[in-house]
C-alpha cells in the first residue's frame, strides 16, 4: 500500500473513533448491513453480540495502526485466518464483510468525507487483508479445529479455576501462544486463552480460567465445567515465546491467570539446558491471587536461572477468601512486593538487556509497557500479545 492508501484509511477511521460511541456504532452499522445482505453469515456469530462488536473495532484498530508495518501485519493477519477457519469460513464470506464494512462507513461518513479516493484505499486495504487471510487458511494443513475432553477441573479461589484437557490429537502450538475454546454450554461463543503448560507428549492442556464479573463464557468455565465435557479449541495464535537468541535474558511480567503464557514458557526451559537468565515477576491485586506462586517458587529452587518475586497492590486478602484457598507465600521465600506491578518493576532498573514479556489485563499490559518505556526501557524490547 502507498503512503496516500494509508493515510485516507488511518484518517477516516480516526474520524469515525472521535465521533461520541461512533466505534459502536459503526459496529452495529456494519452486522446490521452483513446479516441484511448476506443472511446465512448470521449462523457463524452468537447470539449475543457485545463481545462480538468490541473484538471488531479492536482489530480493526489494530490493523490501522499496522498498515504500514508488513512485518508485524501480515503473520498477525495469517494466524487470523488460519483461527477462522474453525468457523467453515469461505473466501465469499471475506468478500461479505468487505463489501458490508466500506457500505457502514460510507453511510457513517457521508458524501463530504467518503470521496473516491477514500473509497478506492478502503478497497485497497481491505483487499490486503483478505488476501493474507484467506491465502493463510487456505495454505494451512492443520485441522480446522481440536477437541478435547475436561479430565479435571479445580477451583483454587472463588472465582478462578484450573482445568486440564485431553486432546484427541496432537497440537502443535509453541509455549506462550494462546487460542480460541468454545464450551459446550455456549455455542459460537469463542474466548481466547493460553495454555499454561506447554505441549505434551500425552496430550494434555491445562487452562487457568477467571470468572469475569457479567461475563458469558468464563464464570460458566469456573463455576461449572464437569469431567468428561468436550470442548473445541481453535488454531494457536501469538507470537509470544522463548526467542531464539539466547544470549539475551528475558524478563517476564504477569497478572493474574496472565501468567499462564509465561509458566508455560518457563516450564518449556526447565525441560532443556539454558544459559539465560529469567526474572519473572507475579502480580495480583491481593496475595490470594498468587494462586500458583508455590510452584513457581518451587521451581526456581530447582533451577538457578530462574528467579521470581511476588508483588501484590494490597497487602491483605479480601474479606470472601478463606484459609482453605490456595496460600501465597511458600516456606522459604521473602517477604512480598507491595504496589502496582508496572510501577514497581520499573522502579529496579532500566531492564534494556534483557527480551520483555508483558502478559496480563491490557489496562495491566499498557501501563506497565509505558513505565518500563518511562523508564528507559526500548520499546523494541518489549513483546505482548495484541489488546483485545
Same mark, same amino acid.
Not at 468490541?54 to 489494530?62: C, F
Not at 498477525?76 to 488460519?82: C, E, K
Not at 501468567?259 to 537468565?277: C, D, F, H, K
Given at each position: 500500500m502507498d503512503s496516500q492508501t494509508v493515510s485516507l484509511v488511518r484518517t477516516t477511521f480516526k474520524a469515525v473513533a472521535a465521533v461520541d460511541d461512533g466505534?459502536?456504532?459503526?459496529?452495529?452499522?456494519?452486522?446490521?448491513?452483513?446479516?441484511?445482505?448476506?443472511?446465512?453469515?448470521?449462523?457463524?456469530?452468537?447470539?449475543?453480540?457485545?463481545?462480538?462488536?468490541?473484538?471488531?473495532?479492536?482489530?480493526?484498530?489494530?490493523?490501522?495502526?499496522?498498515?504500514?508495518?508488513?512485518?508485524?501485519?501480515?503473520?498477525?493477519?495469517?494466524?487470523?485466518?488460519?483461527?477462522?477457519?474453525? %468457523?467453515?469460513?469461505?473466501?465469499?464470506?471475506?468478500?461479505?464483510?468487505?463489501?458490508?464494512?466500506?457500505?457502514?462507513?460510507?453511510?457513517?461518513?457521508?458524501?463530504?468525507?467518503?470521496?473516491?479516493?477514500?473509497?478506492?484505499a478502503w478497497n485497497v486495504a481491505l483487499g490486503v487483508v483478505a488476501s493474507a487471510m484467506t491465502g493463510a487458511a487456505n495454505a494451512d494443513t492443520a485441522p480446522a479445529v481440536w477437541g478435547g475432553t475436561v479430565i479435571e477441573t479445580k477451583q483454587v479461589l472463588r472465582n478462578l479455576a484450573v482445568i486440564k484437557l485431553k486432546l484427541n490429537e496432537p497440537m502443535p502450538y509453541t509455549p506462550g501462544q494462546y487460542m480460541s475454546v468454545q464450551i459446550p454450554s455456549r455455542p459460537r461463543m469463542w474466548r481466547y486463552m493460553s495454555p499454561a503448560t506447554p505441549a505434551s507428549d500425552d496430550l494434555t492442556v491445562e487452562f487457568h480460567v477467571r470468572g469475569v464479573t457479567g461475563g458469558w463464557v468464563s464464570p460458566s468455565m469456573v463455576s461449572h465445567t464437569q469431567v468428561g465435557e468436550e470442548w473445541l479449541l481453535g488454531a494457536p495464535l501469538g507470537s509470544l515465546g522463548v526467542p531464539a537468541n539466547p544470549a539475551r535474558d528475558m524478563l517476564l511480567i504477569g497478572c493474574g491467570t496472565g501468567?499462564?503464557?509465561?509458566?508455560?514458557?518457563?516450564?518449556?526451559?526447565?525441560?532443556?539446558?539454558?544459559?539465560?537468565?529469567?526474572?519473572?515477576?507475579?502480580?495480583?491485586?491481593?496475595?490470594?491471587?498468587?494462586?500458583?506462586?508455590?510452584?513457581?517458587?518451587?521451581?526456581?529452587?530447582?533451577?538457578?536461572?530462574?528467579?521470581?518475586?511476588?508483588?501484590?497492590?494490597?497487602?491483605?486478602?479480601?474479606?470472601?477468601?478463606?484459609?482453605?484457598? %490456595?496460600?501465597?507465600?511458600?516456606?522459604?521465600m521473602g517477604t512480598l512486593m507491595t504496589g502496582q506491578i508496572g510501577r514497581v518493576v520499573a522502579s529496579l532498573g532500566d531492564w534494556a538487556d534483557r527480551d520483555i514479556q508483558i502478559a496480563g489485563a491490557p489496562s495491566m499490559i499498557q501501563t506497565t509497557k509505558f513505565r518500563l518505556m518511562a523508564g528507559g526501557t526500548p520499546v523494541e524490547n518489549i513483546r505482548h500479545d495484541p489488546l483485545y
Open positions: 466505534p459502536e456504532r459503526l459496529t452495529r452499522s456494519f452486522y446490521s448491513i452483513l446479516f441484511t445482505d448476506y443472511p446465512e453469515a448470521r449462523d457463524f456469530f452468537p447470539a449475543a453480540m457485545e463481545t462480538q462488536r468490541d473484538r471488531l473495532v479492536r482489530a480493526l484498530a489494530y490493523v490501522v495502526d499496522r498498515l504500514e508495518d508488513a512485518d508485524t501485519l501480515l503473520p498477525y493477519l495469517a494466524q487470523l485466518g488460519r483461527d477462522h477457519r474453525k %468457523y467453515g469460513t469461505q473466501d465469499a464470506h471475506y468478500t461479505a464483510v468487505g463489501n458490508s464494512l466500506i457500505k457502514a462507513l460510507r453511510n457513517f461518513a457521508g458524501a463530504e468525507m467518503w470521496t473516491d479516493d477514500v473509497d478506492r501468567i499462564a503464557p509465561l509458566r508455560a514458557q518457563v516450564l518449556a526451559m526447565a525441560e532443556w539446558t539454558t544459559s539465560r537468565r529469567v526474572h519473572m515477576f507475579v502480580g495480583g491485586h491481593h496475595p490470594c491471587d498468587l494462586y500458583d506462586l508455590g510452584m513457581l517458587w518451587d521451581l526456581s529452587m530447582q533451577n538457578p536461572w530462574l528467579t521470581v518475586t511476588a508483588v501484590t497492590e494490597n497487602t491483605h486478602n479480601p474479606w470472601w477468601h478463606v484459609a482453605e484457598d %490456595y496460600e501465597a507465600v511458600s516456606p522459604g
